[in-house]
């Protein structure tokens, strides 16, 4: 099958085109707050006609409209913490290890920090849905009406790519993201349909439909895409970047990545830069002994590259 025969089966799998845009309407929704070295702000876009949301900005203090810097998008875990989203990388809570937004934003980016649907500011938790219930109440909903959560998750990310090439502050040419578990899945799910992000880095997840199967894992609702498993794997979604620079991440011992299945789809994402003639532009790490996490070495390789084909 040609890249543009699976790119088409893909989308239609996903739940179709993309609908036109809407206004942003962007607006700041607070004074900012001045952190240690960078300054917090907080916007709110509409995703949707009917659907405004809010994210976290970090601008670096050096930044200004006269002085851009180069955007990074950072995509939030899931973990079971549905209270958690845009707050955790944006260094408010959570898990230190995850405050990558913060640790962007100190290395000179303009970073923002979104809620995927279901968390934090975008959950609807009521008497009868908790914060697992809501998620699979949306999964569901979106399959019923011939598309996926998936396909959800990529048009909010695209609108945040949106909010952040808009900004005077932001190099446009110069964007990136970057993910952790389900981020990561976000990761190498937005990128295919957003070339605007030239520089991507997925850290702990590529999970294949076969391992999922084997290992009966109960995985991110993200993960899950109608038909694709009769034409292709979640290696062959990440592959559809190309040629644009990719780096992934992964822990040997990571039971929701099982690594045997990691190698040979890192195999597959390589051989299809190899073909395009840009084997250079992918990079993949597996760390021996580690599991589900950002070690210290994921981090130090994540900011080589954004540091190689972003800059500062």
């Known amino acids: 099958m040609t890249d543009a025969a699976f790119r088409e089966r893909l989308l239609k799998s996903l739940g179709g085109p993309w609908p036109t845009p809407c206004e942003l309407e962007l607006e700041t929704a607070a004074a900012p707050i001045q952190k240690d070295g960078y300054r917090l702000e907080t916007v709110t876009y509409n995703v949707e006609p009917d659907e405004r949301v809010a994210s976290y900005v970090l601008v670096p203090d050096e930044v200004t409209v006269d002085q851009p810097a180069p955007g990074i998008a950072v995509w939030h875990q899931h973990a079971g913490q549905w209270h ?10 959570g898990d ?9 934003a100190q290395e000179g980016y303009v970073v923002i920090c979104p809620d995927a649907l279901c968390f934090e500011d975008r959950r609807r ?3 009868k849905l908790d914060g697992r219930g809501y998620e699979r109440f949306e999964f ?16 909010d990310m695209r609108r ?11 190099r446009g040419n110069q964007v990136g993201c970057y993910g952790h578990s389900m981020g990561s899945t976000h990761t190498w799910l937005v990128g295919p349909w957003d070339e ?8 702990c997840c590529l999970p294949t ?14 993960n899950f895409i109608p038909g694709l498993a009769d034409f292709g794997d979640t290696p062959d979604v990440a592959a559809l970047i190309a040629p ?3 780096h992934m991440n992964f822990g040997e011992n990571d039971g929701g990545s099982p690594i045997d299945d990691v190698r040979r789809g890192v195999e597959a994402i390589a051989g299809q830069y190899a073909a395009m003639g840009v084997p250079g532009q992918f990079s993949s790490y597996i760390e021996e002994g580690s599991g589900h996490v950002l070690s210290p070495e994921m981090w130090r390789r994540t900011k080589e590259w954004f540091a190689q084909h972003l800059g500062s």
């Open 140 to 155: 569901l909903r979106y399959v019923v009406n011939g598309k996926c959560l998936a396909w959800k998750h990529i048009l």
């Open 84 to 93: 958690l989203g845009k707050s955790e990388p944006a260094g408010i809570e």
């Open 196 to 203: 605007r992000i030239c520089c991507l880095v997925a850290n």
């Open 160 to 170: 945040a790519i949106d909010c952040l090439v808009s900004r005077p502050d932001v």
């Open 244 to 246: 644009r620079a990719l």
């Open 96 to 104: 230190p290890m995850h405050h990558t937004g913060v640790a962007l």
């Open 125 to 127: 938790a009521t008497e």
């Open 209 to 222: 439909y076969e391992a999922i199967h084997r290992e009966h894992m109960l995985h991110c609702f993200a």
